[in-house]
């Protein structure tokens, strides 16, 4: 009866202590897991010295009946077993996360290079920004002398065109504007840019090109407040020649600059000059226009509508008004505002 009651004693404790293990097991596991790197840290080592008191509780027991009963030898072995494959999983995570620490601090180490490259190129950006815009100054200040005005002027010519309008007088007689344009590639559509006060009010409008050759135009748009129209024409495609425009905002004072136009109906007239203001407002017909351009450019009547260029044959501007009894002052539409006009009226 002893012997029974000290089997069953030993049962008891037993499965005591495979109770506490298995508790033991799910909280080293899942706080491991649950918690991440740092609680599952300090929870390993808690299930560190909960299984060295669960060894040694587990040796005392065997001690007291290794020689009363095989089968609690065997539990007890098969405990130290599960015990062991435990630690070697404990073993394998603290392994993870010491290389998750090295992982995290080559990333960490990657970023920090890819920052200081953003940093550095950035920079480079910023160079060569400020080298365009000086390489644009330096070309804007090339002398005269060293720039071909006749070859620049034999690029241009085909493109400026002469318009000319009727506006009734009275039933039988008929005031003749007349002023210049050029052409323009919109989206593939050739088309005929000008001042609006050349076109206002004019009746059976035409537009002659430098083979002399005459074609009816039809006024797309326009806008008064910045004197621009857009003309269309029925002419064959290959008569078309379009100029490039570019953004006006790199313009400075003191760049030089040239009008192409028909003054006082004379086709193909070239005038040079510099920028000598930007953003003046002028009043024109009753109009406000604000933003202008100023030029040294001669103007003459005839000039409205004639393209502003550059030395490389690009339009900054539409020539658009003088100053009457003035000496050498000429004002001129940004291109920047005809871009957006272009935009409006045909977009």
Known sequence: MEEVNSKKQTDSKIRIVTLALVVGIFIGSFSGYFFGYYLFASENENTKNQLTTLSEQINNIKIEVVNNNENTNNTIEE?????????????????????????????????????????????????????????????????????????????VRESVVVIQGLIPQTPTNYLIVQGSGFVYNYSG????????????????????????ITYDATILGSDPSNDFAILALDAPQE???PLE??????????????????PYGLEGSLSNGIVSALNRTISLNEIIITNVI???????????GGPLMNYYGQVIGISTAIVE?????GFAIPSDTILADIEIILG
């Open 294 to 304: 100023q030029t040294t450019t001669p103007l003459n009547p005839g000039n409205s």
């Open 325 to 329: 009894e003035s000496q050498g002052i």
């Open 79 to 155: 405990i130290h077993g599960r015990l062991a494959q435990i630690q070697e999983q404990i073993d394998d995570l603290t392994e993870e996360i010491s290389n998750s620490d090295q992982y995290l601090i080559e990333t960490s180490n990657e970023i920090t290079s890819l920052e200081a490259q953003i940093f550095s190129i950035t920079e480079q950006i910023g160079n060569l920004e400020d080298n365009t815009e000086k390489a644009i100054q330096d070309f804007y200040s090339i002398s005269n002398e060293n720039i071909s005005l006749s070859l620049l002027f034999e690029q």
């Open 245 to 262: 425009i570019i953004s006006s905002s790199t313009l400075k004072v003191g760049h030089s600059v040239i009008v192409v136009g028909t």
């Open 189 to 212: 559509n050739m088309v005929i840019l000008t001042n609006n006060h050349v076109i206002e009010d004019a009746n059976s409008i035409t537009v002659t090109f430098t083979n002399r």
């Open 239 to 241: 008569i078309y020649k």
